[in-house]
DNA sequence: CCATGATTTGTTACAGGTAACATTACCATA
DNA sequence: TATGGTAATGTTACCTGTAACAAATCATGG
């Protein structure tokens, strides 16, 4: 019966136990089931419990069970649309089961996703959620030595470290270049930021489904973040390297509105002088005048059947199906 | 020289050590500076952690020392892009100073908040950020009984629990309001949604505003999130409820820039017909046409505030100043 | 070549909760 | 009353990294 709490430091099962007079173990099974403690130590327990304001101390379980019941998210930017709504997905499933979503992001950056990778494992996750398909060696290994699962989410083509869910990125965008050069547009642009996987893997398909129908590709890329002005910028070099630009495809939704305020401004007539074409179809485009052509893509859905899949894998269950590849749409709006 | 690894967990000091050949307690040296131990073991043990793969485990630090270099942010919501621009304003300082964010949101319920900060505090996070200003009696029971610093952002009135660090809401909202009127602008009618702390406010300053002009102030109001969508329904009910309508101020830029398009669609001119202002300054309602009249936040500023804040505190600091109140001002556009 | 001090490595204990095992208390029945 | 059995509570050890202290090793100068 030692006492501490001499410096006012959070109270632990220990002060709870000398409260009561008992030993921690006693108030530890109080705590996991009331009734294996007899009913007049439930009162004391429970009243000793609401007076020192007990809060449970999660690092004893993760030193002696590995179990944290804390999940690590890694995506590559939070304050994206895309991301905002995969979480929420996650969240969704993995908050009614008990656990806890650390989420981390790297800003794109091969670096900073190893120093983030070691910290969440630092804490001791059960699982990660991890975005993108490339990873260098160093994240491998950590993630094979970790031993938790991983599900890879976003993309559905690469061959996973161990299970992917996403969408087939270069499929979607095959599928609207497509659509735009049957509905008559033949010089069409693609606007492209933020190169990442995906990215790449959307102007292939741009590309291969331009060369199909025998037209010329043109891609504006840059390496900084998409926005609304940046697509403003895009459409001005555009003109300016083929001015009878008839269509323009554009990796996100944020540069195709970007660029569909520039027209407006410019007095160009979207549909009828250039079609405009995003990616993912935000809340905005679907109430824009005129609404947005867009490739519709089920982000909660991703972040939602990922955790549902590492859930299953906590639970024991193997691997399943190690390419989950869910499918987008194309929301053809007023805007082609 | 006692040998674990039997069930090929994740590699501790202790399998490093064993296979150098020293305890773990030299291993243990080398890792916080590695010229604490002879040069020759310096290599074996560099090669040795590389080998394994060793990622450290901060449990026993959280359980000895108390000390997790972990942040709690407890938010209302992550798919709001005021509140991803807040996260990442923490980050940008919290991050260098080596320390983790543990994000996690409550959807506005006041009972999901005590959960969370519950969850966020058994994790032993060495501080935390929080909104709003009303908390349940438990939460300030917890938040005591803690003994970390807490940070309150988001708004500058209320008593905070130690400190907060926001924007006057409500003399914001009064601000805007009396500029429309002073545009002539006479029957202004407000659009609310998400009734928290921070709407109650402003819907305040928005009627003193119009009381101190005189003219009678009409709020639609919803406990419900707010979209595009809603600020459409909002406008239909305006209209319906007071056909001679002419100005319209949103508690948020989502709610406006989906009245917008509404007038758009409806073929009521903006401005000429009906005046409409948001609220925050989304990147947005800066690029579209016509620019929106709004409330200019310094979101990003307020995270990164918090977050010095907080590191300050964390270094034995005081609280410099108990509340923080940050400059808003107003975005003219051309809606208004 | 030994004493002295500096450098390097080892030993022990601790943080908080709980599994596993041990003990005590209590009641019912022979 | 003794015995058996169950219910209630206590004891010990463990998980990992590191502070604090202890011991061993090495180099240097008298």
Redesign the interface.
Known sequence: MKSSNLK????TLQDVADLVGVTKMTVSRFLKNPDRVSPPLQLKISVALDN??Y??????D??SK?K?H?IGVLLPS??N?VF??V??GI?TVLEPAGY??????YGYSKEAEESRI??L????VDGLIISESYHTDRVR??L????IPVIEIMDSVSPPIEQAIGIDNQAAAYAMTEFMIQRGRQKIVYFAARMDQRTLLKIKGYENAMQDNDLTPLCLRTNSAS???LG?TFLKDALQQQPDTDGIFCTND?LA??AL?AC??AGINVPQDISIAGFHGH??S????PLLATVITPREEMGRLAAEHLLSRLQGNPVSQRIIDLPFHLEVGESI
């Open positions: 006012n430091k959070r109270p020192l304001g809060i449970p101390n999660r690092a004893p993760i030193l590995s944290s804390a939070l304050t649309q905002a709504e979480i929420r969240e806890q979503t650390m989420l981390a992001h070691a910290t494992l630092s804490y001791g290994k950590m094979s030595v970790a031993g926005s609304f002005t403003a944020d509105i970007g305020y407006q401004k809340d905005i679907r109430a824009m005048v």
